[in-house]
């Protein structure tokens, strides 16, 4: 039987990926999960945080900006201080850049379009967040931004290299990281990465939109067991 661990998620004017995470979660994993509110200035009886997908805000001035400026973003800084588990989707990777949890930054995708599909993800097993999946194992998860375009300077990126701070990569079938198949222009190919302490994760493809049997594709569902596992040890 799977462990029951408490999750949260937070919710801010324009986010429209918190139900499709709360169902995942609370439907298909039997998980214990809350809503936070923006507005909220308290943290509590939570080990894993979701900041979803979305506008938050509308993305006005810069996506993620003003949500990191909310009160519950300061409460968010603590819990990851703390140690607490939190995982950002879209604009929610968007958002805790923002607030400094993750380093780098989101720019326009290179194209300058919204681009909306299915891509194959090579995964670093080394976090909490993926402990579940093996080691270079190819997985298929969709995305949906415009500004998906991971940047950060050189010093910054080569410590996350030594860090194994790089979770989730672009890739084709074959696990090879190229160009060809980079949809947003993200350097070395990033989908996702965590902070030096491992215990928040930013992510630009959506996992909760891959977790059903319904809808053909479950590679995003052993994301949020990964965690539960993590609890579990």
């Known amino acids: 039987m799977m462990k029951k661990i408490n999750f949260a998620v937070l919710n801010f004017p324009g986010s429209n990926c918190e139900r ?16 936070i ?33 909310s009160k519950i ?13 939190i995982i950002g989707i879209c ?12 380093p780098g930054t989101l720019l326009r995708n290179k194209s300058l379009r919204f681009i ?11 976090s909490r967040f993926s402990n579940l999946y093996e080691n270079n194992e190819i997985i298929k ?13 050189k010093i910054t990126i080569n410590k996350m290299k030594k860090n194994n701070q790089i979770i ?3 890739s084709d079938s074959n696990g090879d990281l190229n160009s060809n198949i980079n949809p947003n222009g993200s350097m070395l190919n ?26 053909g594709n479950t590679d995003g569902l052993k994301l949020f067991k990964s965690v539960i596992n993590f609890y579990s040890n």
């Open 20 to 35: 499709d995470c709360f169902h995942v979660l609370t439907k298909i994993l039997k998980q214990k999960c809350k809503y």
């Open 37 to 69: 509110w923006h507005d909220s200035s308290s943290i509590s009886g939570v080990d894993c945080i979701v900041v979803p997908g979305g506008f938050s805000y509308g993305d006005y001035l810069r996506t993620g900006s003003i949500a990191s400026q």
């Open 73 to 85: 973003a300061k409460k968010l800084k603590q819990f990851s201080l703390n140690g607490g588990s």
């Open 91 to 102: 604009n929610g990777f968007q958002i805790l850049t923002e607030l400094k949890l993750l």
């Open 116 to 126: 909306c599909k299915d891509v194959n993800l090579k995964v670093n097993n080394d």
């Open 141 to 153: 998860i969709p995305i949906a931004h415009a500004e998906g375009n991971f940047y950060a300077d």
């Open 168 to 170: 989730f990569s672009y």
């Open 190 to 215: 990033i989908a996702g990465i965590t902070n030096k302490s491992k215990n928040v994760i930013g992510m630009m493809p959506h996992p909760e939109r891959a977790s059903e049997k319904i809808f």
